[in-house]
């Protein structure tokens, strides 16, 4: 992920080979974790950006 773009879980899934669901699953760890930011604009929809 590059510093300050914007990810979809899709994206992340498909560029790792990775099942959507454990994707989002890792994704929302490091975002508890405080190394992703996790934003939600829609109810089924989740971006995920890497700080500076």
Known sequence: MGPGE???TSEVAEELGWPRRSTYTVL???????KIRKKKPEARRVIWIRPD
């Open 6 to 8: 914007p990810y979809m």
């Open 28 to 34: 929302n760890g490091l975002a508890e974790d405080g």
